[in-house]
C-alpha cells in the first residue's frame, strides 16, 4: 500500500526546475497550487518565487559539509510534499536542492499536498498537515530509509515555544521565524540532514 502510494505521487512529481518553472507561471497568471486561491495565498506564492530565487543565488554549502551527502553511495530519491504559498517550503526546498547538487545519487522531486492527500495522511505530524515534509527513498525499492519536516529542530522548537506562550501563531511569529530563516542561511536545515545520515 505504501509503496503504491508513493509510485503515484512520483509519478506525478516535478524536478526542481519543473517545480520553479510552475512557480513563475502562477506568479504569472496570479494563481498558487492548492485549494485556496484568495488574494492573501496568491501573494505569499509570489513572495515565495522571488524568495526562492533570491535563495538559490545566495545559499552555500562548505565542501566539509557536502562531504557528508558525498558519501551516499546507493541512488535515493528526496521526495518533498510541498505548496507554492507555503512560506516554510520556500525557505527549506532551494536548500534541498542545494544539498542534492552535491551527490548524483541524489535525486530531488517534488509534490503538491493536495494533490497527493494519501501520501500526505502517511506524513503527517502531530495529526496535521504540515509541510514541506522531505522523504528520503530507497529508489529502486522506494522503501522509506528517513523523513524530515516540516521545519529545522531550531525553527520547531521556536514554533512549539510560542504555541505553548500564546496558543497560535501570530502573523508577527511568522514574520519573525523568516528573519530567522534569512539570517540562518540554510544551515540548520544541512545540520539536521547531517545528523540524520549519521
Do not use: H
Not at 532551494?94 to 494533490?115: C, F, G, H, W, Y
Not at 522503501?143 to 529545522?152: A, F, I, K, S
Request: net charge positive.
Amino acid at each position: 500500500m505504501l509503496k503504491e502510494i508513493i509510485e503515484n505521487s512520483l509519478q506525478k512529481a516535478f524536478t526542481y526546475t519543473e517545480y520553479m518553472a510552475l512557480m513563475d507561471k502562477l506568479v504569472a497568471e496570479k494563481r498558487t497550487t492548492g485549494q485556496d486561491q484568495s488574494q492573501e495565498m496568491v501573494s505569499f506564492t509570489q513572495l515565495n518565487y522571488q524568495r526562492m530565487k533570491r535563495l538559490d543565488k545566495a545559499l552555500k554549502i562548505s565542501e566539509e559539509q557536502a562531504a557528508y551527502f558525498q558519501k551516499i553511495d546507493k541512488k535515493q530519491t528526496w521526495l518533498v510534499i510541498t505548496e507554492a504559498w507555503c512560506g516554510d517550503a520556500s525557505q527549506i526546498v532551494p536548500m534541498l536542492n542545494k544539498i542534492a547538487q552535491t551527490n548524483s545519487n541524489i535525486e530531488l522531486k517534488l509534490v503538491l499536498r493536495d494533490e497527493n492527500e494519501a501520501l500526505m495522511n502517511l506524513f503527517l505530524t502531530n495529526g496535521g498537515k504540515a509541510i514541506p515534509m522531505l522523504i528520503i527513498l530507497n529508489t529502486s525499492t522506494l522503501e522509506v530509509l528517513n523523513v524530515w519536516g516540516p521545519r529545522p529542530t531550531i525553527a520547531t522548537k521556536m514554533v512549539e515555544d510560542y504555541k505553548t506562550k500564546y496558543g497560535k501563531l501570530t502573523s508577527e511569529f511568522k514574520e519573525e521565524l523568516q528573519k530567522w530563516y534569512n539570517q540562518n542561511k540554510g544551515q540548520s536545515i544541512v545540520n539536521d540532514l547531517i545528523s540524520l545520515l549519521k
